[in-house]
Nanobody, 121 residues
Framework: QVQLVESGGGLVQAGGSLRLSCAAS????????QGWYRQAPGKQRELVAV???????NYADSVKGRFTMSGDNAKNTIYLQMNSLKPEDTAVYYC???????????????WGQGTQVTVSS
């Protein structure tokens, strides 16, 4: 059982900043990757940022230079710092963790419940 709990969403004016947090709990053997996704109404869920275990974060072109993903292993928490927000960033944001819960077990995607980010003009 792995659970992801998000916080930090809200309403912000264009040009403002928000920091999303995602706290993970449960028995995790190892983590393959962590990421942030977003979904606007009527749109497909899209990748915002992904952090491979032991690697560097990769970002969608639309957020490069504005968003920064990081992780704190000691706190079992991942973050998404969002700066220079634009109205087109408005979406429900989901954190993701691809992990194995036991040795030799499958890598499974776990998702947070989503948090609304609304950017006004």
């Amino acid at each position: 059982q792995v659970q992801l709990v998000e916080s930090g969403g809200g309403l912000v004016q264009a040009g403002g900043s928000l920091r999303l947090s995602c706290a993970a709990s449960g028995s995790i053997y190892n983590i393959n990757s962590q990421g942030w996704y977003r979904q606007a109404p009527g749109k497909q869920r899209e990748l915002v940022a992904v952090l491979p275990s032991g690697g560097s974060a990769n970002y969608a072109d639309s957020v490069k230079g504005r968003f920064t993903m990081s992780g704190d292993n000691a706190k079992n928490t991942i973050y998404l710092q969002m700066n220079s927000l634009k109205p087109e960033d408005t979406a429900v944001y989901y954190c993701n963790e691809r992990a194995r819960t036991r040795f030799g077990g499958p890598a499974v995607d776990y998702w947070g419940q989503g948090t609304q980010v609304t950017v006004s003009s």
